[in-house]
Nanobody, 125 residues
């Protein structure tokens, strides 16, 4: 079965950096668009970033543009999210997701087929 396992979350001070990783198994990784979403307490899950099959196209939510970078290593079946200049409002559970076809709307969570269990990121101010 498909498994997406996130790691790298933790507690960091505002202005600091974290790198999240998501290791995928049970699927042909290079055939999937990969994305990251976040969910803060009491709020909807929202789009953070996504990357195309070969990594040539990347997409970002407005709140993270210029601060976060998504990348992938198809040889390792892993997608990464480098998060810099972290702010208190970035505090959330971060989820990795996989889409089996190019999503019509890359920012809609409904277009992603598989999800990880999430990793907590807490930014202290």
């Amino acid at each position: 079965q498909v498994q997406l396992v996130e790691s790298g979350g933790g507690v960091v001070q505002a202005g600091g950096s974290l790198r999240l990783s998501c290791a995928a198994s049970g699927l042909t990784f290079s055939n999937y668009y990969m994305g990251w979403f976040l969910q803060a307490p009491g709020k909807e899950r929202e789009f953070v970033a996504a990357i195309s099959w070969g990594g040539t196209s990347t997409y970002y939510g407005d709140s993270v543009k210029g601060r976060f970078t998504i990348s992938r290593d198809n040889a390792k079946n892993t997608v990464y999210l480098q998060m810099n200049s972290l702010k208190a409002e970035d505090t959330a559970v971060y989820y990795c997701a996989a889409a089996g076809r190019r999503p019509r709307d890359i920012k809609k969570k409904e277009n992603f087929n598989y999800w990880g269990q999430g990793t907590q990121v807490t930014v202290s101010s």
